[in-house]
């Protein structure tokens, strides 16, 4: 029984473990006896991650051509961006070539089965970009392999993150761990801040989907989606690749070449990977529509990264099922609404807003988006009518929408807390509809500084 192990708390090693070490069995590979549950053997794939490298996403097992000799393998491309081959009946190592952009490491030393850490990237005493970021290179989105080939069709992605050690533990040496709450170690109170301020240096965020050799590192073709967050790949012996992207696009490609032999405009994004059936004679190729999970912090993009399909219509949750011929037709899409209602907000406090911010940035951007820009999925906090904000704490801290998915906050924040979230929520969206009709440049942020 193989098993992916996840990341560690804090993602920051010097605070998780100042004593150093490899913190065993994060980030790793681990092989069990399925009847007496004993470890056969383990791989590490980031020893003392400092990154949230989790080493969860899927495993395939396929024999392999190595040498001249077929090898039965394990494969797997973790978040840390190397694609790891190992021999599935010991651990060996036997190859891990990068297959997306990766700058955390320069390469992976075959001998000590390693990766060569790139010390230029250490962020422990001054904040970095780093790729992958904590998304990862490849994340839940299944990959396809193709054993005939020798071939893996990954959904990869280049999501940079600036890693900046939290302001608590620069300033205090000290970080209190939140019995409830994020500990990652990183500073994320003020994440959009460093984000903007160093949004000059950031590598372009992106998507791919690869053929990809995992014993030689080399891609036989590469398609490039200007969003990063995709969907899951099948590959079939027809010499197809179907995936669904975050643009909405569900696309046959083939498989040799990487060509777009068909594609049809779902007008969602998607992350889950397609399927193929037979039934009663006929092949049907099957997807569902929806994204969320870890791109609903990233929300609406900024450029260059393209905006995703459900935020642009709506992420509209469907099973579509397709054959040769086929003739249902969609509904026609509609665009969503995303007017920003105008506020006064001359007697808002700037610093009630600037506590507001890291509180939110602490507790909600995770699900209603960076900068309070949803991506759609989830509601977008700029839009909330006068009802609703009327009703605010009895949401924010009484659980009154749980049930909807939205927890109440009365164990984490405080009334006062709440009501310092909502005046950034809505300066947040004032500074946006100033955007909108061109009154105004992003970034702004001006309370920040305690401006106007
Ligand atoms: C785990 C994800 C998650 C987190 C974290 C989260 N929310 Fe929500 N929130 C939701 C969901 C789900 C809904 C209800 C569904 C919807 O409206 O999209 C919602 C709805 C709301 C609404 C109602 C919006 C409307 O127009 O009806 C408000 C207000 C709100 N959240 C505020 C907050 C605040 C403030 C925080 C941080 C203290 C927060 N949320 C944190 C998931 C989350």
């Not at 969860?56 to 024999?63: G, K, N, P, Y």
């Not at 390469?107 to 790139?118: A, F, I, K, M, S």
């Not at 995992?214 to 099948?234: A, M, R, S």
């Not at 907000?345 to 506590?355: E, G, P």
Request: proline residues 6%; contains cysteine.
């Amino acid at each position: 029984m193989y098993i992916g192990v996840g990341n560690g708390s804090p993602w920051t090693r010097v605070i998780r473990s100042p004593g150093g070490g490899d913190n065993l069995f994060l980030s790793s590979i681990v092989a069990l006896d399925a009847d007496t549950g004993e470890m056969n053997w383990y791989y590490q794939t980031t020893p003392g991650d400092n990154w949230d490298y989790t080493a969860v996403q899927d495993m395939a097992l396929a024999e392999l051509e190595i040498e001249g000799e077929p090898r039965k393998v394990l494969l797997q491309a973790p978040k840390n961006g190397f694609f790891y081959v190992l021999d599935r009946s010991d651990g060996e190592l036997l190859a891990a070539n990068p297959y997306a952009t990766v700058t955390w490491a320069t390469h992976v030393d075959l001998e000590t089965g390693r990766p060569v850490e790139n010390p230029d990237l250490d962020y422990s005493e001054k904040g970095k970009w780093v790729l992958p970021g904590p998304l990862g290179a490849h994340n839940w989105q299944a990959m396809s392999v193709d054993e005939a080939a020798g071939l893996v069709y990954i959904p990869a992605q280049d999501n940079p993150l600036f890693f900046e050690m939290a302001s608590e533990w620069k300033e205090t040496g000290v970080y209190k761990h939140k019995p409830k709450g994020w500990n990652t170690g990183l500073e994320f109170g003020r994440l959009a801040q460093v984000i903007l301020d160093n949004i000059a240096e950031q590598p372009t965020p992106k998507g791919y989907l690869k053929a990809f050799d995992p014993l030689t590192g080399e891609d036989q073709w590469v398609v490039e989606i200007p969003h990063y967050w995709n969907g899951g790949v099948l590959g079939t012996e027809g010499g197809l690749v179907f995936q669904g992207n975050a643009l909405g696009m569900f696309t046959a490609y083939d498989k040799a070449t990487g060509e777009v032999l068909w594609e049809f405009n779902t007008y969602t994004s998607m992350l889950a990977p397609p399927i193929t059936f037979e039934l009663d004679g006929v092949q049907y190729v099957s997807v569902l529509t929806g994204t969320g999970g870890g791109d609903l912090f990233g929300g609406e993009p900024l450029p260059p990264v393209a905006e995703h399909a459900s935020l642009t219509y709506s992420n509209e949750g469907r099973l579509l099922v397709f054959k040769v011929g086929g003739e249902a037709a969609l509904p026609a899409p509609t665009v969503r609404d995303r007017s920003i209602p105008k506020r006064d907000l001359k007697d808002i406090d700037t610093v009630s807003i600037a506590r507001g911010e890291i509180a939110y940035n602490e507790n909600c951007a995770v699900c209603h988006g960076f900068l309070v820009r949803s991506g759609g999925a989830i509601a977008d906090l700029r839009r909330v009518n006068d009802e609703t904000l009327a009703i605010w704490d009895q949401i924010v801290i009484d659980g009154l929408y749980s049930a909807a998915g939205m927890a109440g906050f009365g164990d984490v924040l405080t009334r006062d807390q709440s009501g310092d979230v909502m005046n950034y929520v809505l300066a947040r969206a004032e500074e946006d509809r100033l955007v909108a009709a061109g009154e105004k440049e992003l970034p702004q942020m001006t309370w920040m500084t305690g401006g106007d």
